[in-house]
C-alpha cells in the first residue's frame, strides 16, 4: 500500500512517518502531484497558520489537486481546518471540501486548547474499535463548527466538530500520531478504509 504525506511546508511530517511505521507501513512525503494522485492512501497534515499554509498549497496548485483527490484523504489539525470554506485565522478561504466555518475559540477559555480531551458521537469506520470518550491528544485555538459532516464532536467551552467526513474525505482536529492507543487505532482504521 502507498501513503502519501502531503508536503507543502506546513506539516508535522515526522511523528506520522513514525506512527506509520510502528504500524507497518511505508509513508513517503511528497509535494509531486502524480505520486499524491498514485497514491492509496493520503495524508494532509498541517501545523502553523491557516492563510500562510493557504498561499504555501496556492504557490505548489495543490489547492486544486487536493479537492480532486478520490482515494481516502486524512486532514489531521491544521490539514482538517484546510479542507473547510473558510477559516477565521487569517480570514483565508478553505480549500472547501467540508461545507463548515472555522472560528476561533472564545477567551474564556485557554487557548490554544492544548492536552488531552475527550471524542464523542462517534459515526463512520474510521472510529472502529475506538470507544466513545476516548482521549485524542489536541492543540488548537480554532475549531470547526459542529455540522451535519461531523463524524465526532468534542466539548471544549462549545461543542464543536473534532472529526469530519464527506465522501473519501476525512479530518480530524486532533493529533491521532500522538494520541496512544486510540490514535493508532485511527490510523490503523484509515488504512484498511
Known amino acids: 500500500m502507498k501513503i502519501v504525506i502531503i508536503d507543502y511546508g506546513a ?97 474564556r477559555v485557554k487557548v490554544p486548547q492544548m492536552g488531552w480531551n475527550t471524542i464523542s458521537d462517534l459515526k463512520s469506520d474510521l472510529f472502529k474499535n475506538i470507544n466513545n470518550k476516548s482521549y485524542m491528544y489536541l492543540v488548537h485555538s480554532y475549531y470547526a463548527e459542529h455540522c451535519n459532516e461531523a463524524i465526532a464532536t468534542t466539548d471544549y467551552d462549545v461543542v464543536y466538530a473534532s472529526a469530519l467526513q464527506k465522501n473519501n474525505f476525512y479530518g480530524v482536529q486532533f493529533h491521532p500520531e500522538k494520541s496512544s492507543d486510540a490514535g493508532e487505532q485511527l490510523l490503523k482504521n484509515f488504512t484498511e478504509l
Open 11 to 107: 506539516g508535522n511530517i515526522k511523528s506520522i512517518q513514525f506512527a506509520f511505521k510502528r504500524l507497518g507501513f511505508e509513508a513517503v512525503l511528497s509535494n509531486d502531484p502524480d505520486e499524491i494522485k498514485a497514491a492509496d492512501k493520503i495524508i494532509f497534515p498541517g501545523v502553523g497558520e491557516a492563510s500562510s499554509a493557504m498561499k504555501m498549497l496556492r504557490k505548489s496548485k495543490l489547492d486544486v489537486l487536493i479537492p480532486t483527490l478520490t482515494q481516502p484523504v486524512l486532514g489531521i489539525c491544521l490539514g482538517m481546518q484546510l479542507l473547510c470554506k473558510t477559516t477565521a485565522e487569517g480570514n483565508a478561504e478553505g480549500l472547501g471540501v467540508f461545507d463548515v466555518h472555522v472560528k476561533r475559540f472564545n477567551t
